[in-house]
């Protein structure tokens, strides 16, 4: 079992900046690849960003590369997500996801989630 809790959200203005957070407890967090999802309202929930345990490699959506990028420090148990030059369009409910398997792009190949933290990008 793998415990997640994310944290950082908030309201910001278009053009602004936020660090999310997601601590880990339980099962041995590095061997963990962890991912970045996202749910606005009233539509799915999507992929924004993963990084896999294995050689730290990451992925990004479309959407959000080169403005977001993803790390994660293990020996805090722990995932971020920088995000710069928000836009409206990236409001929605922010979760971080735990997958003891590769890189993977679907939220179905992840086994454990947070509970969600918000944001809201005003314009």
């Known amino acids: 079992q793998v415990q997640l809790v994310e944290s950082g959200g908030g309201l910001v203005q278009a053009g602004g900046s936020l660090r999310l957070s997601c601590a880990a407890s339980?099962?041995?967090?590095?061997?963990?690849?962890m991912a970045w999802f996202r749910q606005a309202p009233g539509k799915e929930r999507e992929f924004v960003t993963t990084?896999?345990?294995?050689?730290?490699?990451?992925n990004y959506a479309d959407s959000v590369k080169g403005r977001f990028t993803i790390s994660r420090d293990n020996a805090k148990n722990t995932l971020y997500l920088q995000m710069n030059s928000l836009k409206p369009e990236d409001t929605a409910v922010y979760y971080c996801?735990?997958?003891?398997?590769?890189?993977?792009?679907?939220?179905?190949?992840?086994?454990?989630w947070g509970q969600g933290t918000q944001v809201t990008v005003s314009s």
């Open positions: 990084i896999s345990w294995i050689d730290n490699y990451k």
């Open positions: 339980g099962r041995t967090f590095s061997r963990y690849t």
């Open positions: 996801a735990a997958s003891p398997r590769g890189v993977v792009v679907t939220a179905d190949g992840y086994d454990y």
